[in-house]
């Protein structure tokens, strides 16, 4: 069975720091893995995927994620933050068919700071 | 294109009563999900619909829970009786139906339920 695993359950930043969110992932076959962002009263949208090709991947709002299979990891990251950044962030993994369940891992809450 | 409307947003209710949610996906999604999101935790899946037949419904706590999808567009989530661990939004989410299983999901608001 599949599983994600966000090691950070918060995590503060300063306003134009960089920052990095964590996700490592368990599964057998092989995996599409995501990151979602969801604002305070807000369903989760979508910031970025990884279905194959290269493991860089880049989303919206200047986040982008590194798919590590080795290291079963799809980390997180972006140079610089602003304060409008501040959310919770899903890492969720799903398998290959359409049938296949999406997990969602336990969610990171970035809090940026001015 | 419209998003994915559910309602209510809100809903308050003492525990042993019943409580409906509805959920109209994206034009033309063939995939919806019900998700239970607890306070403090990532999105829990209840039930997978594909058209109108369930695909996974594994964790629905069916003594309590039911779902369905007529006709294979909109859906209601309907909790009967509610306990206090019920708290929690509940997110609509679509998919396309491309074949490939890529699992990008398009989430509605939620509805927010608090059991007294």
């Known amino acids: 069975a599949q599983s994600v695993t966000q090691l950070d359950s918060q995590v503060p930043v300063f306003e134009e720091a960089p920052v990095e969110l964590r996700c490592n992932y368990s599964s057998s076959v092989s995996v599409y893995l995501f990151w979602y962002v969801q604002y305070p009263n807000q369903g989760l949208q979508l910031l970025l995927k990884y279905l194959s090709g290269s493991t860089l991947v880049k989303g919206i709002n200047g986040f982008e994620a590194e798919f590590n299979k080795s290291q079963t990891s799809f980390h997180l990251r972006k140079p610089s933050v602003h304060i409008s950044d501040t959310a919770e962030y899903f890492c969720?993994?799903?398998?290959?068919?359409?049938?296949?369940?999406?997990?969602f891992g336990p969610g990171t809450s970035l809090s940026v700071i001015p | 294109e419209a998003g994915v409307a559910q309602s209510p947003r809100y809903k308050i209710i003492e525990k042993r009563q019943s409580v409906a949610f509805w959920c109209n996906p994206i034009?033309?999604?063939?995939?919806l999900y019900w998700y239970q999101q607890i306070l403090g935790q990532g999105p829990k899946l209840l039930i997978q619909?594909?058209?109108?037949?369930?695909?996974?419904d594994s964790q629905l706590p069916k003594d309590r829970f039911s779902a369905e999808r007529l006709k294979g567009v909109d859906s209601t989530l309907k909790i009967q009786p509610a306990k206090l661990e019920d708290s929690a939004v509940y997110l609509c989410?679509?998919?396309?139906?491309?074949?490939?299983?890529?699992?990008?999901?398009?989430f509605g608001e939620g509805s927010r339920l608090t059991v007294l």
């Open positions: 034009s033309g999604h063939a995939t």
């Open positions: 989410a679509s998919s396309p139906w491309t074949g490939l299983g890529t699992g990008e999901l398009f």
């Open positions: 619909f594909q058209n109108n037949g369930v695909v996974d």
């Open positions: 969720a993994v799903t398998g290959g068919t359409s049938y296949d369940k999406v997990i």
